[in-house]
């Protein structure tokens, strides 16, 4: 029998437990005839979550296409590579395709062959740094980055829309070839499409990234109109 209301597939998707954005910006995107399941986990320990595998076993119980982990690491300790390398286990644990935000944000970067790229985040300059860092390490040159200074991460739902408009249209005029934006708690999936025809630069913004490989990896290629050249064009 198919889901009456997940007719072509059922994406599953998990995030940090306080992250309130990743939800309605997923299922912003979503295209006719799939359904995106949501399950949360706790963030801590040495591997990320205690309760990601946990977590991610209740979530199939409805026969996902394919997990989406709403999460990036690029400021965490072990930076992208902990966060993958994680994942390649739930995949083999779960049995579908599992894809992550971190990972996913390069791929978008390297379907648009951007190498010198600025970058939005929600943290402060030091912790800028470990991000830049990180990046770097998948092969790309950061040009610029700009945080915005949210003091915890729950206060990273919180961002105005205004401030992250401002710091975009600063990341747009430092001669990048594309911008990536980064940590999946901050609202950015709605501004895309308005500041890449403002500005003349794509946007990989992380939680349009993760969808946009969820999707593919579900065997969904429906092209989206209204978030960006990536969603609507690759």
Known sequence: MTDTLASRAIIG????????????ELDSMCPSGVTNQMQRFRLGGERISED??????????????ALAIGLTTD??????????????ELQSHVGVPVCNASIATQKGLRELHAKRIAVLTPFNAEIDQIVKANIEKGGFEVIAIRGTEAPSLPAICETP???I?????ELAATGCDAIAQIGTALPCV???EEL???????IIACNTAVYWETLRAAGIHDRVDGYGYLLREV
């Open 161 to 163: 829309l205004d401030q």
């Open 165 to 169: 408009r401002e710091l975009i249209r």
């Open 75 to 88: 400021a965490g300790p072990g930076g992208v590579a902990k966060l993958d390398s994680i994942c390649d």
């Open 13 to 24: 998707v998990m995030t940090p437990a306080m992250n309130s954005v990743v939800q309605p």
């Open 196 to 202: 890449e025809v403002e500005t003349g630069k794509t």
């Open 52 to 65: 990601l595998f946990v977590e991610a076993e209740k979530l199939m119980d409805v026969n996902p296409r």
């Open 190 to 192: 709605g501004l895309v």
